[in-house]
Structures are given as structure tokens and as C-alpha cells.
């Protein structure tokens, strides 16, 4: 498997978690995420943008990173464009790093449809700010390590059916989620006696499992 850390220009903090999620990846970074490389001691091989969003006083390891200069009218976001430059290189895991928050909502919106867009085409997706990590949910079932407590809830990008959460604190069994419907909001991760992870299986629909692992102290 060839990971791939791409820095965004959204939120984030360093956890232990994430170093160990972008351990050994290869990096790109797009336009203002390369602030990120330093937050995480990490050198990115290519740095793709418009440039128009440069951090100030760079050290010299990161002002030197080999650049893929777009013009700023363009039809795709630096983020989209250094994803597409991950995946040419053979990319077939990413970690977004920063695909949350930040100064544009319509740019996390776009790491949500898009990732779940590239999980469906068979590239395994992880988007994460340190304190949050989104993951697609594709058909099928799918086991989770989160710990006990951890607060989570599943975004639909469409109607749900089939639906089913166990080692949760409300779970669910095989329910239909209509559109916009808060069902799936705020569930926490919930072990009996025996121990036990979150499972989340899914029959039809477009969602993606959206978890709290850091939780910050104002939420």
C-alpha cells in the first residue's frame, strides 16, 4: 500500500494518533498546507497551487520544496489538484490532513464528497484535523478501533438504508435514514463487559463516519 499525507489548508493539531497515521507517507502539500509540514516535522516531496495563500517565513527546507505552479483561475482546488498529484504517483492511501474547517466551508464540504467519491473507486481515504477524522462508509460492513466514549456520528450524502451500528450507545438495526435527517448525529462509542469496537454496516446510500477522537475543550 502507498500512503500519501496530503496537507490542507484547513485546521489541525498534532496528536499522537495522526504522527502515527502519516508515519512513513510520502507528502504533498497544497498551496497553505505546506504550514502544516512544519507544525508535523514533515518535508513534502511536491508542493501544488496558485501560490496565493504562501505562509510567512518559511524555513528554508520548505520554501525549497519543488513547486507545481497552477494559475489562480482554474477549475479545480489545490487540494483536488494535489490529490490527482498523489494519485499519479501511485497513490492508493491518503490521509487529508487539514480537511476541515479553516477559512472555507465550500473546501471541507469538497473533501467530504470527494473522498467519498475516491473511496468508492478503490483509493482508501482517511481526513482528519488531529482532534477529527472522517472516514467513508462504503457498502457493506466495517470495524472501527475507536475507544470507548469516543463521540462519533455518520453524515449521509444521500438516503440510508440498511443501516446498522452496533458497540454504540444508541445502536441501530437495519434503519433507513432519510436525507438530512439528524438520526445519525452525536453517538458514542459504547463497550459492554466483554470489551467490544464500533461496527457500522451499510446496504444502500452515500455516508461517511465522522469521529472525535481529541476532543477539544470547547466542544
Do not use: C
Request: net charge negative.
Amino acid at each position: 500500500m502507498s500512503t500519501f499525507t496530503i496537507l490542507l489548508g484547513g485546521n489541525l493539531i498534532r496528536t499522537p494518533r495522526l504522527d502515527r497515521q502519516v508515519e512513513g507517507s510520502r507528502v504533498i502539500a497544497a498551496d497553505a498546507g505546506i504550514g502544516h509540514a512544519r507544525l508535523l516535522g514533515l518535508v513534502p516531496e511536491l508542493w501544488v497551487g496558485d501560490f496565493d495563500s504562501v505562509p510567512a517565513d518559511l524555513p528554508a527546507d520548505l520554501a525549497a520544496v519543488p513547486r507545481q505552479t497552477f494559475p489562480a483561475e482554474k477549475d479545480k482546488t489545490d487540494g483536488e489538484l494535489a490529490i490527482a498529484a498523489a494519485l499519479e504517483r501511485g497513490a492508493t492511501r491518503l490521509v487529508l490532513a487539514g480537511a476541515f474547517g479553516g477559512k472555507r466551508a465550500d473546501h471541507a464540504f469538497l473533501h467530504l464528497a470527494l473522498a467519498l467519491r475516491l473511496s468508492e473507486a478503490g483509493t482508501e481515504v482517511l481526513l482528519t484535523s488531529g482532534a477529527q477524522e472522517g472516514v467513508p462508509l462504503l457498502l457493506g460492513k466495517a470495524g472501527f478501533d475507536y475507544a470507548d466514549g469516543t463521540l462519533f456520528s455518520i453524515l449521509g450524502f444521500s438516503e440510508l438504508a440498511g443501516l446498522t451500528v452496533t458497540g454504540a450507545k444508541w445502536p441501530l438495526n437495519q434503519v433507513e435514514v432519510a436525507f438530512g435527517s439528524s438520526l445519525t448525529i452525536s453517538n458514542e462509542v459504547k463497550f459492554d463487559e466483554t470489551g467490544g469496537r464500533l461496527d457500522i454496516a451499510l446496504g444502500h446510500g452515500r455516508a461517511l463516519l465522522l469521529v472525535h477522537p481529541y476532543p477539544l475543550p470547547e466542544s
